[in-house]
């Protein structure tokens, strides 16, 4: 046997010896991280990239073997990422991907946006962006865990301004719902489908700061942290922002980073403990037929109670639901009875199931609403009451803290009970901030100028109603809701005008006064008017009308074409009645010359006269 064969049989012997000694729990652990923020034809999202920074660097301390991190990638750069984390994939037991950008939901289908997409039709997604599917397909050759988050429920630019090419396409905000097909699947979404998430104001968003604290912590269960993750962004958003995580997992735990060697027994488990994890396990699914399950598996006790409530909240959703279609149906047969002619009697009942309709919809909407808060306020007492209970009887302030953290075991109903009482001395019912965020939202859009008091009166309700007439919404004005909330939040800039008092005009967001130029004047229009003067008179003057004398004056001089016109004698009616004989000593004149009045005849006034008519006639016996 030659020197080479023996050295190449040692190191393959070493190498098995290497492999045979390591942990059971050496797994490789893959992980693809991209964040897209600088948008060619889009606003630039600030938060994304140094998200995707940060769980980079949380998943390399935590030991990943493989943590692949771009930033701003185009439809090309994006392909060949996916495409190379798939050969990465194909020998990993656990697959993790994090996307932080923009991504949109066409037709109940989720699609992630590269940097240099234009998606000026809807059609266009196919083309310029690539679906969840795509990237569920790059990790499913894992063969243990399989893990999606998306960071990317955004408030998104392009849904407005995408032309549909079919209405009936639907273009929602936020993500749509998904279920994977592949087990041990979990795909995280940063808010509830139909939901956008906040940025925040710090360097990273809530959802990536909760994230970054729980997602690598040893041995933790990767559906608790999820969990916890869920409560974290819940109470730094106000209640505005609920993470929800998608897919099942089997028994066992599963976690990202493997629990170190206990150094000591682990102290007796907590008889309610089995019952906790089993409703936060029931809580995580969120639908009626996994708490139902969890009753009747555990009909009595705390968490029972808490179940009765998470269900009593999804039935007064449903509720709400089949109200407000209800209503928009009654509305849809007035308005067809109105515009068909219908007979008087017909409308008053159409107009009479829509008042019904109506009404019943704002009761839904306030049933909904209190059993909401019902349902956060025993969340939080429980939470708090756990953490309370855990501290005391770890007998040390490290203990404590880690309690508070990790929410260890749970504590009895009693126990939770009296740590729900304290916890409710000094807290505020979320309603009141809810109250508070609706009345900032809207004195952002200038549709709010009171008190941010946290009361919903009439001046509130006021300017809810002023922003549905101005952006065309339906809201309801009576209560502070999430809905409204977040149909406020969609609006970048001002929504209700700037309304000035007389004299003063709209400059941005104030009023400027109106000063008009000389010799001009402000009027009830509230704009300049040029002063006039007053308009004369014209009145007749009888003193200047010339008198006859002046006539004869002002006429011309007779010429050869023109004679002068004689003068109208005056009427000799009268000496007509006199005798024959007393005719003489008359004058009768016409336009060409005048003559004695022959004997025997006499004047006789016959009217008319002027040029070529002679008003008197000659009359002979």
């Known amino acids: 046997m030659s020197l080479y064969t023996h050295l190449r049989f040692f190191v393959l012997l070493a190498a098995s010896l290497f492999l045979v000694s390591q942990p059971a729990w050496a797994t490789k652990r893959v992980a693809l991280v991209l964040g897209n923020s600088s948008y060619q034809n889009a606003p630039l999202l600030p938060n994304p990239a140094n998200d995707a920074a940060a769980i980079a660097a949380t998943l390399k301390g935590a030991g990943f073997d493989v943590v692949d991190s771009r930033l701003n990638l185009s439809f090309t750069d994006m392909r060949r990422a996916l495409r190379d984390f798939a050969d990465q994939a194909r020998d990993a037991d656990i697959a993790l991907v994090y996307y932080a950008g923009h991504g949109i939901e066409i037709d109940g289908t989720n699609y992630l946006i590269p940097t240099d997409a234009r998606l000026e039709r809807d059609t266009d997604i196919y083309d310029e962006a690539f679906s969840l599917d795509r990237v569920l397909l790059a990790i499913e050759p894992a063969r243990q865990l399989r893990v999606v988050i998306v960071d990317a429920c955004r408030n998104n630019p392009f849904a407005d301004s995408m032309k549909r090419t079919i209405a009936s396409r639907s273009i929602s905000r936020g993500l749509a719902r998904v279920e994977p097909t592949v087990s041990n699947t979990l795909i995280a979404f940063a808010a509830k489908a139909g939901l956008t998430a906040l940025d925040g104001n710090s360097k990273n968003s809530p959802y990536a700061t909760a994230l970054i604290k729980y997602i690598a912590k040893p041995g933790l269960d990767l559906r608790r942290a999820f969990g916890f993750v869920r409560d974290d962004v819940l109470q730094a958003t106000g209640n505005r922002q609920e993470p929800y995580v998608y897919g099942s997992l089997g028994g066992e735990d599963f976690a990202l980073v493997p629990a170190p060697k206990a150094a000591e027994t682990a102290p007796p488990a907590n008889p309610q403990s089995e019952v906790r994890r089993d409703y936060e396990l029931a809580l995580q699914l969120g ?117 508070a953290s990790n929410n260890p075991a749970g504590a009895t109903p009693a126990e939770d009970e009296k740590g729900a009482k304290i916890a409710a001395l000094s807290t505020e019912p979320p309603q009141t901030d809810l109250v508070k965020s609706v009345q900032n939202e809207l004195s952002r859009v200038g549709c709010f100028t009171g008190a941010v008091d946290g009361k919903w009166n009439a001046a509130s309700q006021r300017s809810l109603a002023l922003f549905n007439r101005h952006a065309g919404t339906k809201l309801d004005a009576k209560l502070a809701s999430l809905d409204a909330l977040d149909a406020i939040k969609l609006r970048p800039s001002r929504v209700c005008p700037l309304i000035c008092d007389h004299g003063y005009r709209p400059d941005g967001d104030q009023c400027s006064k109106i000063t008009c130029a000389e010799g001009s004047f402000l009027n009830d229009d509230n704009e300049c008017e040029k002063r006039r003067g007053k308009k004369p008179v014209a009145k007749r003057n009888m003193d200047d009308r010339p008198s006859r004398a002046d006539r004869a004056a002002r006429e011309p ?65």
């Open 287 to 403: 639908n009626k037929a996994a708490l139902s399950a969890f009753l009747a598996q555990h009909p009595d006790g705390f968490y029972a109670s808490l179940a009765k409530l998470q269900l009593a909240q999804i039935d007064a959703e449903d509720a709400r639901v089949a109200a407000t279609e209800k209503a928009r149906q009654a509305e849809q047969q007035r308005a067809r009875l109105a515009s068909d002619g219908a007979q008087r009697a017909d409308q008053e009942k159409a107009a009479a199931d829509l008042k019904a309709a109506e009404e019943a919809r704002i009761a839904a909407e306030r049933t909904k609403q209190a059993a909401q808060e019902q349902a956060v306020e025993a969340e939080r007492k429980r939470r708090e009451s756990e953490s309370s209970a855990a501290g005391i009887a770890s007998g040390n302030k490290l203990a404590a803290q880690n309690a």
């Open 557 to 621: 001089e007779p010429t050869a074409d023109v004679p002068r016109r004689p003068a109208s004698p005056k009427p000799q009616a009268d000496n007509s009645r006199r005798s024959a004989s007393g005719a003489a000593g008359q004058i009768y004149c016409n336009d060409l010359t005048c003559r004695p009045v022959k004997r025997g005849c006499h004047l006789e006034y016959r009217g008319g006269g002027g040029y070529g008519a002679d008003p008197n006639a000659e009359v002979c016996n």
